[in-house]
T-cell receptor, first 113, second 114 residues
Framework: QKEVEQDPGPLSVPEGAIVSLNCTYS??????FMWYRQYSRKGPELLMY????GNKEDGRFTAQVDKSSKYISLFIRDSQPSDSATYLC?????????????FGTGTLLAVQP | DAGVIQSPRHEVTEMGQEVTLRCKPI?????LFWYRQTMMRGLELLIY????????DSGMPEDRFSAKMPNASFSTLKIQPSEPRDSAVYFC????????????FGDGTRLSIL
């Protein structure tokens, strides 16, 4: 079993829809949770970074962590065609840059105009 | 500001050949990471350096893989001899160690071993 599991999709939604992307993790010691966005033939770029449980909002994006169920979510409101990309969740034991990030395999999202 | 720069962007070579991937981290960053991405296994950490010193190489798959960081602005990942199963996209990332700043990724090297 991978430490971080993610549905690979693909997920196709119409423009303007609310998108829900999810991951589960197995290591209860994970404290830091991240979402990266990766466009085709590009490197991952950090979208959201959260510590422990709770919500964090940034514009149209909301990250949610439920440590009791080991569940990580990313919500995208008013989705746009430019949001079409692969979304990777990642977890780490600590917050320092040298703490090993464990990535999910990514969910491919397509937002149809 | 220039981001993480990787070269080459694409590499196609025959099995058994030596492959060298290169990375220039963001200036001032003191941690550097090498990742491999495949459809089946996703993004996996191979090795990371802190202040040019290898800290954790537990993700390096075999002795055929080696990585060096001779100075703060340059790192290489070498595969010798290469095999078809090494075909993947290899990413380099850099960050500041003593903060919660994220890892910044390059655009990767797409490697195909025939």
């Amino acid at each position: 079993q991978k430490e971080v599991e993610q549905d690979p999709g693909p997920l196709s939604v119409p423009e303007g829809a609310i998108v829900s992307l999810n991951c589960t993790y197995s290591n209860s010691a994970f404290q830091y949770f991240m979402w990266y966005r990766q466009y085709s033939r590009k490197g991952p770029e950090l979208l959201m970074y959260t510590y422990s449980s709770g919500n964090k909002e940034d514009g149209r994006f909301t990250a949610q962590v439920d440590k009791s169920s080991k569940y990580i979510s990313l919500f995208i409101r008013d989705s746009q065609p430019s949001d079409s990309a692969t979304y990777l969740c990642a977890s780490a034991l600590g917050g320092g840059a040298t703490n090993k990030l464990i990535f999910g395999t990514g969910t491919l999202l397509a937002v149809q105009p | 500001d220039a981001g993480v720069i990787q070269s080459p962007r694409h590499e196609v070579t025959e099995m058994g050949q030596e492959v060298t991937l290169r990375c220039k981290p963001i200036s001032g960053h003191n941690s550097l990471f090498w990742y491999r991405q495949t459809m089946m296994r996703g993004l996996e950490l191979l090795i990371y350096f802190n202040n040019n010193v290898p800290i954790d190489d537990s993700g390096m798959p075999e002795d055929r893989f080696s990585a060096k960081m001779p100075n703060a602005s340059f790192s290489t990942l070498k595969i010798q001899p290469s095999e078809p199963r090494d075909s993947a996209v290899y990413f380099c990332a850099s960050s500041l160690t003593d903060s919660n700043q994220p890892q910044h990724f390059g655009d990767g090297t797409r490697l195909s071993i025939l």
